[in-house]
């Protein structure tokens, strides 16, 4: 009697063994999954700046992609500028010609562009860049939805390739009741 007691203990300590090591391999595994997915494939940033509303708000976290790191025009891209994170719409892409005129137009390509909710003219900052500039194979001219105050590429000039971190690919909408 006290031999078959002895043995179920044993069989049930060496099944919670098992059920421990696998458990222990399993998280093991999921922490080092995610670590390379946040890693390597995707990003997040928090909003922390008015360039972008009202597409973007304070408060409001992004997912982007660290894979997709060739925009189209009016992708939203994260990118480093001066040591700072920004984000910030896509306008033209390499090759374009891009023109900001005085009384507040945005000209592509010779193209007037017509953006659906921007609700302010777009001026160009003084003293920073001179138009037209036609972009080179690996730069980007990004302006923020909030033409009035947003820190773009007309401040700083085009967006380099390699300054680019990541295309969104999700909003997660910070709600303030």
């Not at 006290?2 to 063994?17: C, D, G, H, P, Y």
Request: glycine letters at 6%.
């Amino acid at each position: 009697m006290i031999k078959e007691k002895l043995k179920q203990i044993s069989t049930v300590l060496s099944k919670n063994r098992d059920g421990i090591r696998r458990f222990i391999r399993n998280s093991f595994l999921i922490v080092i999954s995610l670590w390379v997915m946040f890693s390597f494939i995707i990003g997040t940033k928090t909003v922390n700046t008015y360039d972008m509303s009202p597409a973007l708000n304070i408060g409001d976290r992004i997912i982007y992609s660290r894979v997709n790191k060739d925009p189209v025009s009016q992708d939203i891209i994260v990118f480093k500028k001066e040591g700072e994170t920004c984000i910030s719409r896509v306008i033209a892409i390499p090759g374009d010609t891009v023109e900001i005129t005085e009384d507040g137009a945005v000209k592509v390509n010779g193209n007037l562009i017509v953006e659906e909710k921007i609700y302010s003219l777009t001026f160009p900052y003084t003293d920073f860049l001179e138009y037209p500039i036609t972009l080179s194979s690996d730069e980007y001219f990004v302006l923020g939805d909030n033409r009035l105050t947003g820190v773009d590429s007309r401040y700083y000039g085009p967006v380099k390739k390699d300054e680019i971190l990541g295309t969104l690919i999700l909003l997660i909408r910070q709600h303030s009741f």
